[in-house]
Each structure stands twice: as structure tokens, then as C-alpha cells.
């Protein structure tokens, strides 16, 4: 008779969903809130590719992996983005010559931007509202038109997302992991010495506004918190800084408060300078060696745009402008921003105190973050214009974007902390505010779209004029010279000092050209007074009208 068969029985263990159900609960409300802003994105992804896009293409044509590596090498001249240049290499290497690719990987930057933006801003305030807001502000700003229609400015989309990853690690406390990413920020492009200065600018303040880790400690940090918050208030205004000085019962502050104040500033120096030693000591002797690395090899130095002026009124100057281009809305009060430059900024400067005084901003419990968010607002665009004035656009006002996401999703964390507790008028005037900021919101989303849609135009006129030089010289005989007048610059009225964008062939019109005719040897001139004098070639004018190339 034979054995029954032995039952094996094997126990599968549950699998565990909790962790992947609670992490799709906490980001779809954020990645909700950022696709429904990428879509005032869509007519950027449309758009071609227009003047130093074809520079990079062509760069990435023509490389082989190791020539884009050996990039890393900082003894070269112009930019120094050997990071950039290899995610460009790479792109090439899966999208070839469709734009559409290129413009999905910076929006997908930008909007990965945006989430890091919602959990910095929920960190500083234990709030989902701040995330929220700063998200919604971040992924709509007016500014980003350029990171995501214009396939060169990948190094703005790409830094951007590294620096805030290295600022969210670092309040995270992961300081090794933050100080990687700065690293990794100094190969992308120069911002990466910007994201040293926000994390300094975050140790200073930890020192400023202490939190005690214990009970027994309170009592040692709260004269330094005291005088912090007296200091925070004179920034404020001389309002709050009067009710915080009687609120604290000391009457030896109010009347010699400048001195007061000049002497808990004086005093923190040290403290505040150890800390930084012991905590920055990594990140400093890296960007200190990035920098004089810079200075030794490359002719041009670290910034490479162009030379900019360091007087007192040309930062003046430059303050106003970046002041202006942050907040000003709509496009046709935007383009007055040069002419009348103090006056709105004046006008500008009038709204944010309104505002400010009408959400009770002296009695806000946040004034680390304020202070934190403000100060990336300032150092960010202080360190453009030192960097890149006179020359400005749309893009240089990225990182400056951050922090004014930030500041607004503060703001919105603190009314809806305070809403039930408010009176009638106070509601009333927070409400008045969060109207306002919904249509400057709103006017963002428009201008984005508008400007969108100008980046798809241009691109449609840039493909236009090289189909039209390639019919009139379908097979240029080698070595020939191409000489060409009336190369149309920008597609868009222009906003002095710089540009809005979108632009046609400011460069690139000889790298769209051997890109075209997939060939280096023709010799593309937009120059009369550069022409080369050898009759040995075949020199070919020609002038652009109307969209179109024609034969002189």
C-alpha cells in the first residue's frame, strides 16, 4: 500500500503596505498641488529649441563620454557645469534633436523643486499649510518660464532642485548627505557657493533664536531669546519693537534700545563665529578650494558672465531691479520697472508693509523662518548682482523665488494658526490679503502661460530661418563662408538691462546650422568686420527679413 504524500505547508508572510499607503497619503496633496501649477507649463513644452540650446546640442553631438568627464576638469575656459554638461550628453544620448524631452526633464526638476519647497516649508513651521502655500507659490512663479522653455538653462533647473535638497538635508540634520550636495551643486553651476551661505545663514540664526533641547536649559538661552526677539522687532518696525520691550518688563531696553540691540549683536559674534567654525568647517574648506581652484585656472574666473560693477549705487541699482522683477505684476506694469524703477519699488515696498501690518506680522510666532526666508530672498539676489550685474533675466531670480515661496507659506501657516482666535476686522483683513496674493497668483499663472506660448513661437521661427538658409544652400561647397546681417536677437520686446526671453539666435546660429548640415567646416559670420579675407573660399551674404533667409 503505498504512503500518502506528505502536505508541505509554506507560510508567505504578509506584506506590509502601511509604509507605501501613509507615504502616497503625505505627497499627493503636495504633488497635486504642483502639477495643477505645471500646467500653465504646457506651452513651453512645445517650444523648440532657439539660440545656445544649439550650442549644447552640438557640444553633445560631437562628445564622446569621456570628452564630456573630462570636463571636470577646471583648467578649462567659460562655464564651469562639467554635471550640467554630462546630464545634457545624456539627455542627447535618449532624445536626439526632440525638444520635447529636454523641456519634460527640467519641468520634472521644477516641479521635484517645488516638493522639496513643501517639506522645507513644513519643516520650519509645523505646518501643511505653509507647504502648501510655498509649493503653490514656487511652482507658478513667473520666473521659471526660462528654466522650463529654454533647453540651455538645464543648469538652472538642475541646481535649483540640488540646492534646496541640500539646504532640506542639512535643517534635517543630515549633514554629510548636505554637504555631498554642495559638492555636487559646485559641479553644476556657480550657485553651489550660494547654498554655503544659506546654511550659514541658518546656523547664525539657530544662535540668534536658540531652543532649548531641556527644561534645565531655558533658563541659560532665555535672555538670549529675549534679546533675538527685541532684535527681530526692531527689524520689524519700532511698533513691535516697543510692545515686545514692555511686554518683557524691562525698563532699561526701551529708552537706549539702538545700544542695547548693538550690544547683543556685538556679543554674539564670537559665539556665532565658533559655531559656524565647528559646524561649517567641511563646506568652507571645500568652497574655498573650489573658488581658489577657479581663480588659478580659468582665465575668467569663477563668475563667467560678464564683469560686473561693485560700487555703491550700481548695487543700489541692482537691488531696486531684482526687487521690482520679483514682485511686479502684471507684463505691461513689469516693463516699466527700468524707466520708473525707484517708483515702484517705493509703490511695491508701501504694499508688502500694508500687508504685513494687516496679518500682524510683529506678533507672528515663526520669526526664525521669516527671518530665514527673508534672508535667502536678499543673499540670493545680493549674490547675483554681485555676480552678474549689469547684465539680468528672468532666470537669475530662481533662487530668490525660493525664499519668497518660503516667506509666503509662513504667512499662510501663521493666519491659519491664528484664524479661530482672530477677531471680525483681523479675519477681514487677512482675508483682503489672501485675495490679493491669489490674484497676483493668478496674474503669475497668465504671464507663465503667455510666455510660454512666446518660447513655442520662437522656436517655430528659429526652425523656420534655418529651413530657409539650408533651401537657399541646400550642399554648401566646403570651407564656405556664410555671412549673415539682421540675425534676429530676441522674439519679444525687450526689458532692460537684460531680457525676458524668449530669444532667437543672440548665439547659436552657427552650431544650429552644422547641427543641420551635420557638418563643421562651414564658417557661419554674424559679423561684417569679422569676415576672413581669403579668396581661396566661397563667401556666401545673406540677410534674415521677415522670418526668412535671403541671398544678397
Known amino acids: 500500500m503505498a504512503t500518502p504524500a506528505r502536505q508541505i505547508s509554506v507560510t508567505v508572510p504578509a506584506v506590509d503596505t502601511s509604509r507605501l499607503k501613509q507615504a502616497i497619503l503625505n505627497w499627493r496633496f503636495p504633488f497635486g498641488i504642483s502639477l495643477l501649477g505645471a500646467i500653465a507649463f504646457l506651452p513651453s513644452l512645445r517650444a523648440g529649441f532657439v539660440s545656445d540650446s544649439f550650442g549644447c546640442l552640438e557640444i553633445a553631438q560631437w562628445s564622446y563620454l ?35 524631452g529636454y523641456h519634460l526633464v527640467a519641468l520634472a526638476l521644477h516641479i521635484g523643486s ?5 517639506r522645507l516649508a513644513q519643516r520650519l513651521t509645523a505646518s501643511r499649510w505653509a507647504g502648501a502655500a510655498a509649493a503653490l507659490v ?15 538653462d538645464l543648469h538652472n533647473a538642475l541646481g535649483g532642485f540640488v540646492l534646496l535638497a541640500a539646504v532640506y538635508t542639512y535643517l534635517r540634520g543630515a549633514r554629510r548627505a548636505s554637504f555631498a550636495l554642495v559638492a555636487l551643486n559646485m559641479l553644476v553651476d556657480e550657485t553651489g557657493l550660494l547654498t554655503l551661505l544659506l546654511i550659514g545663514w541658518h546656523e547664525v540664526l539657530q544662535h540668534l533664536f536658540p531652543t532649548p533641547a531641556s527644561q534645565g536649559e531655558a533658563a541659560r538661552v532665555g535672555a538670549k531669546r529675549r534679546a533675538s526677539g527685541l532684535l527681530v522687532d526692531a527689524m520689524m518696525g519700532a511698533r513691535g519693537f516697543a510692545r515686545t520691550a514692555r511686554s518683557h518688563g524691562d525698563s532699561s531696553v526701551s529708552p537706549d534700545a539702538a545700544p542695547y540691540l548693538l550690544s547683543v549683536v556685538r556679543d554674539s559674534l564670537p559665539a556665532i563665529s565658533r559655531r559656524l567654525a565647528a559646524r561649517l568647517t567641511p563646506v568652507v574648506a571645500l568652497a574655498t578650494g573650489y573658488v581658489a581652484l577657479r581663480l588659478i585656472s580659468a582665465p575668467n574666473g569663477v563668475y563667467n558672465y560678464v564683469a560686473a560693477c561693485h560700487s555703491a549705487s550700481c ?13 511686479v505684476r502684471p507684463e505691461p506694469l513689469l516693463s516699466l520697472a527700468w524707466d520708473y524703477r525707484p517708483i515702484l519699488a517705493v509703490l511695491t515696498g508701501l504694499c508688502l508693509m500694508l500687508a504685513a501690518w494687516m496679518l500682524r506680522l510683529s506678533s507672528w510666532r515663526n520669526r526664525k523662518a521669516v527671518v530665514f526666508a527673508a534672508g535667502w530672498i536678499a543673499g540670493s539676489a545680493l549674490y547675483f548682482i554681485l555676480a552678474l550685474w549689469p547684465y539680468i533675466a528672468d532666470r537669475f531670480l530662481y533662487a530668490s523665488d525660493m525664499g519668497l515661496a518660503l516667506l509666503a507659506g509662513i504667512a499662510a501657516a501663521e493666519v491659519a494658526g491664528r484664524w479661530t482666535a482672530m477677531p471680525r476686522a483681523g479675519r477681514l483683513q487677512a482675508a483682503a490679503v489672501g485675495v490679493a ?39 554648401p561647397p566646403q ?49 561684417a568686420s569679422q569676415v576672413p579675407v581669403d579668396d581661396s573660399v566661397m563667401h556666401f551674404l545673406l540677410t534674415i527679413r521677415d522670418g526668412k533667409a535671403e541671398l544678397q
Open 138 to 152: 514656487f511652482v507658478t512663479n513667473i520666473h521659471a518660464h526660462e528654466v522650463i522653455g529654454w533647453v540651455a
Open 66 to 100: 569621456e570628452d564630456i568627464l573630462w570636463r571636470l576638469n577646471p583648467c578649462g575656459t567659460g562655464f564651469y557645469r562639467p554635471l550640467t554638461s554630462l546630464v545634457f550628453w545624456l539627455e542627447y544620448q535618449l532624445f536626439g534633436l526632440n525638444p520635447l
Open 114 to 118: 517645488s516638493l522639496i519647497i513643501y
Open 479 to 527: 570651407d564656405a563662408v556664410l555671412i549673415f546681417s539682421d540675425v534676429p536677437d530676441s522674439s519679444a520686446p525687450d526689458i532692460a538691462p537684460g531680457n525676458t526671453g524668449p530669444y532667437l539666435f543672440r548665439n547659436g546660429l552657427d552650431a544650429a546650422l552644422h547641427i543641420r548640415y551635420e557638418r563643421t567646416d562651414i564658417l557661419i559670420i554674424t559679423d
Open 315 to 327: 548695487i543700489a541699482v541692482g537691488a531696486l531691479e531684482y526687487f521690482n522683477r520679483l514682485f
Open 437 to 475: 496674493a491669489l490674484v497676483w497668483l493668478g496674474t503669475g499663472v497668465v504671464m507663465l502661460y503667455e510666455r510660454g506660448l512666446r518660447w513655442e513661437t520662437a522656436g517655430r521661427e528659429a526652425e523656420a530661418i534655418i529651413a530657409s538658409i539650408v533651401e537657399l544652400l541646400p550642399d
